[in-house]
């Protein structure tokens, strides 16, 4: 019987914060009867959406607090019956329970979705349930903007909170390098605003670790000045029948020391990909993303030899001045019907062209087989090179370990992209293995680096463990320091975890 006593005792520990979700949902919605939403309302079936299906839950109730307040309210009704929760900013998350649950409560911060400039316009303040497309919408009047994320539909806390990849990266690093102060409700249900002067630890904490111990409900970020009008450059260049090689030697010329990223006004993602073609072939697709934060009439000299390679089989160029919120939007489809997804980051140091040509090559092994059987089925391999100056703005200030050394990067993922929920299984071991087979060329070659980019990363790998373990042993202790009950371990089901 013995034996017997540990599975049982984890099955409880499961059920019962399941259990307990109904009670919880009954004590928030006497508390808040307004914010308080159950299946089969409208209120419940316009919250309860997701960009990729895969990760769709069924959540007993969904909680959408309107102040920091209601959230540590929240809080100590969820700890005190031990109920699950999950919490969600934007939910643009391919990993299911990440920024949802099925077993517990729903907290949306969509309704905590402020966006206040101050007075002398050098900060704005912004709620952490706000998408970066309305961000940019409210501050290119002002011919202002911040660092935050590329497409419209990101929400501001889980990509600021993972680090967050942005157009200003060359110059003002990480988005959570840009922030003054962030507004957070711990797990004991404080609510508190930290900063660099005040609970410094906690601040610097939240700096690329997912917060895997508070809920943060705002940020305090500095503006970054645009042109006149608010307007920038940029677009997107998108290929069928593409040369994949042109596009991967560009991105590779643009990455060079010697080369575009030295505009420090530009950035660039580059991607080359598949998906099925006629008589069971496969179709090369290729994507440029491009922007320069100046103006100007014509294609910047940095990026010559991106356009020049995305000119065979071009289906569609967006190239031209507009609003940063135009770009985000086109970045983010808007509008097009939501698919399920999954991505595999890893990081490269000063890769050649001929090894990006190679991992290519491994992708379309590893899925010609895979491709005429999965319906809907598109991949494609993205490079995003990181200039060394991007790393000198946060090091020692953020969590994410990366040292500046004076060498740039260049951050690799996969991103896919398919219809039925039948092929899931499919497509993950085949993303697997060409993840596999690329990192282990990459580390042959000396230019594989141990850094997972969280906000892509998949559930297979451990982001936090590859900031290193002075990071590890710091985010250890701000743990047992905020979360000394150990509640998001107990009750958040996704999310990283600090490894023990």
């Not at 797990?187 to 609970?199: D, E, F, K, N, P």
């Not at 922007?291 to 190239?319: E, I, W």
């Amino acid at each position: 019987m013995r034996l017997f006593l540990p599975a049982f005792a984890a099955l409880y520990t499961s059920i019962l914060p399941v259990a307990a979700a109904p009670k919880a949902c009954k004590l928030l919605a006497a508390t808040f009867p307004e914010d308080l939403s159950y299946p089969d309302t409208v209120a419940y079936t316009v919250l309860n959406t997701y960009w990729a299906t895969n990760t769709a839950q069924s959540p007993p109730c969904i909680f959408t607090p309107r102040t920091p307040a209601a959230v540590a309210r929240a809080l100590r009704i969820l700890t005190a019956t031990s109920t699950q929760f999950s919490v969600r900013s934007g939910g643009h998350s391919f990993i299911p329970t990440w920024s949802s649950t099925s077993t517990g409560v729903a907290i949306h911060l969509s309704a905590l979705a402020s966006i206040v400039l101050s007075a002398d316009k050098a900060t704005v303040h912004i709620g952490a349930g706000a998408r970066w497309g309305d961000v940019y919408t409210a501050l290119e009047s002002h011919a202002l903007s911040v660092p935050g994320g590329r497409a419209s539909t990101i929400g501001v806390g889980g990509l600021t909170l993972g680090g967050g990849l942005s157009y200003f990266l060359t110059t003002h690093g990480f988005a959570c390098d840009n922030i003054d102060a962030i507004d957070v409700v711990t797990a004991g249900g404080r609510v508190l605003t930290v900063s660099a002067h005040s609970h410094a630890d906690l601040f610097r904490a939240l700096k690329g670790s997912g917060a895997p111990f508070a809920v943060v409900t705002g940020f305090k970020f500095r503006t970054v000045r645009l042109a006149a009008a608010g307007h920038v450059w940029g677009g997107m260049l998108t290929s069928a029948g593409a040369d994949t090689g042109a596009i991967i030697d560009a991105a590779v010329a643009y990455a060079e020391p010697t080369g575009g990223i030295t505009d420090t006004a530009t950035h660039l993602i580059a991607a080359v990909g598949l998906t099925a073609g006629p008589n069971a072939t496969s179709l090369q697709l290729g994507i440029n993303i491009l922007f320069s934060r100046m103006p100007g009439t014509t294609t910047p000299a940095a990026f010559t030899r991106n356009v020049a390679a995305s000119q065979q089989g071009l289906v569609s160029s967006t190239l031209g001045v507009k609003p940063l919120s135009a770009l985000s939007r086109e970045v983010a489809g808007e509008g097009l019907p939501p698919a399920r997804h999954e991505m595999y980051p890893f990081t490269l140091r000063t890769p050649s062209a001929a090894l990006l040509r190679e991992l290519y090559a491994i992708m379309q092994d590893v899925f010609a087989p895979v491709l005429p059987a999965v319906p809907g089925l598109a991949l494609t391999l993205n490079m995003i090179p990181i200039a060394a100056s991007a790393f000198a703005v946060g090091a020692g200030r953020n969590v994410l370990g990366l040292k500046a050394d004076g060498n740039g990067l260049m951050s690799v993922h996969f991103f896919l992209q398919w219809d039925n929920a039948r092929d899931d299984a499919a497509v993950h071991a085949a993303v697997r293995e060409a993840y596999r087979n690329c990192v282990a060329t990459a580390r042959a070659q000396g230019a594989l680096v141990d850094f997972v980019y969280m906000n892509y990363a998949n559930p297979d790998q451990d982001p936090i463990a590859s900031y290193g373990e002075a990071e590890v042993a710091f985010l250890r202790a701000v743990k047992r320091r905020w979360d000394p009950e150990g509640v998001w371990g107990r009750l958040v089901k996704g999310g990283w975890r600090i490894p023990e």
